[in-house]
């Protein structure tokens, strides 16, 4: 096993304990908007792409519903195929599931005929992140490949604060976040 895999594992095992500690309600309440100070760096109009979350990630699906509730198109992660490269597509309506489907990782994603967009702001899943904008994501390098071809106004990360950690493998294809928000906290803008 790799450092990057025992890293990973040891991150998800971090994230999975510390979720569980948080009642149903309280993580009910997390992440509903974002905070005033991130919201005054993202322009007027700008698309914004969120993630579906999986087990254990924050609610992202919040941040959607925000952005299209103040006026933004909403974009989620879509894939072809497992191997296919990461594109986003139009989230139509954030209050209603029902307009996705399953993608080939187990999250949701827009079905096929939803309009492609190229986000302004691109707000990130990661396993852990370093105060000065490291990220470590899942491994497959999706969100590194996707921000090097289409850099955005901002690439930002969600996290639950127990996937700070001091220092990350980095290497020289990883791209370092703007920003990353936690229920407690905003670090950056870097």
Known sequence: MTDKQALRAELKRRRADFVASIPGAMRG???RRPPEALQALVPEGAVISVFHEMAGEV????????????GHRVALPWFASRAA?????????????????PDPFKALQPGADAPLLVPDVVFCPLLGFTAGGARIGYGAGHYDRWLVAHPPR??????????LVDDLPTEPHDVPLHAVVTPTRLYGPF
């Open 29 to 31: 309440l997390m992440f």
């Open 85 to 101: 490269p990461m594109a986003f597509r139009e989230w139509t309506n954030p209050f209603v599931d029902d307009l996705l489907v």
């Open 154 to 163: 901002l690439a930002i990360g969600l996290a639950w604060d127990c996937q």
């Open 59 to 70: 609610p992202a699906s919040n941040y959607a519903r925000w952005f299209f509730e103040a």
